[in-house]
């Protein structure tokens, strides 16, 4: 299995992160990719990668999220804080680390948070911003997106990437996933598969394997979102094997089939042996 979107360095996760990877490995999970929230933590996400356990991979994404937009939101503050993200991965990129840099994020919209034209404007500056960092280094995009489809919509059409998108967490309707796919996205669905209803996160799962099967994954969002069946006040990569029983009761598949589809579609989109193997030359 593999954690498609977690933030191993968050607590309460970051300051028990060997056993959090013991726990992940004991359910079968091979590799995580760990978002980022904002530049300043970008080194605590580099020393997770010192951390190894069995055959746990650990892969980060460095980003602004929307939600650190919002914590500083005027122009300034985020001039500075979009520079020190360009500094500090030029300078991750000279160092052997960056091999397991798979992606750039977690970045993109969320107006749920942003309520005023201006805030908002903010966080489509930053998402812009980092969207041509993504293409500039050959990754693709970690995208947190809340009730703002149709300005998603519009900035994927005018910024098109051959390195695609990850829509994490999609709560969407199925309805979008057609036209986000043909702008390159791919879909990442977690926890909320595990509790009560969650008719519309189903229906667009189904959607997304029945006509775009390698256009899926899954995550955990780990700390941010536990699961039901457990009683942890946060979230684990090792919730993982509750996802993937969750999705084989909706796609009626059995759940080593869930499992190797959805890790093998995250490792081509994120190209993760393929970092993998770099790293070992």
């Not at 939600?67 to 122009?75: F, L, N």
């Not at 879909?187 to 256009?215: M, N, V």
Request: charge should be negative; aromatic fraction near 8%; include cysteine.
């Amino acid at each position: 299995m593999i954690d498609a979107h977690a933030h191993l360095d968050f607590d309460p996760l970051s300051g028990d992160i060997q056993q959090v990877l013991a726990r992940a490995a004991h359910q079968g999970v091979r590799a995580i990719v760990s978002a980022g929230y904002c530049p300043e933590n970008m080194d605590k996400q580099v020393a997770l990668l010192s951390h190894s356990v069995a055959d746990v991979h650990v892969f980060i994404a460095p980003g602004l999220h929307p939600w650190a937009v919002s914590e500083h939101s005027d122009r300034h503050s985020l001039q500075t804080r979009l520079a020190l993200l360009d500094s500090k991965l030029s300078a991750l990129k000279s160092t052997p680390q960056f091999a397991h840099v798979c992606a750039l994020g977690e970045c993109g919209l969320d107006y749920y948070r942003a309520s005023s034209n201006a805030e908002r404007a903010l966080h489509r500056e930053a998402f812009l911003h980092q969207l041509a960092l993504a293409r500039e280094y050959e990754l693709p995009a970690i995208i947190h997106a809340v009730k703002c489809h149709d300005d998603l919509l519009a900035i994927l059409r005018d910024n098109p990437s051959p390195f695609g998108f990850q829509l994490h967490g999609y709560s969407g309707p199925e309805s979008l996933i057609r036209p986000l796919q043909e702008c390159g996205a791919v879909f990442s669905f977690g926890t909320p598969l595990t509790w009560k209803g969650q008719k519309k996160i189903k229906r667009a799962l189904k959607d997304a394997y029945t006509h775009f099967p390698e256009c899926w994954m899954l995550e955990t969002d780990a700390p941010d979102r536990p699961v039901t069946q457990t009683n942890l006040e946060h979230g684990e990569p090792a919730d993982l094997r509750h996802v993937v029983q969750s999705v084989s009761e909706v796609l009626d598949l059995d759940e080593d089939e869930v499992s190797t589809l959805s890790a093998r579609n995250a490792d081509d989109f994120f190209g993760l042996s393929r970092r993998m193997s770099r790293s070992i030359c």
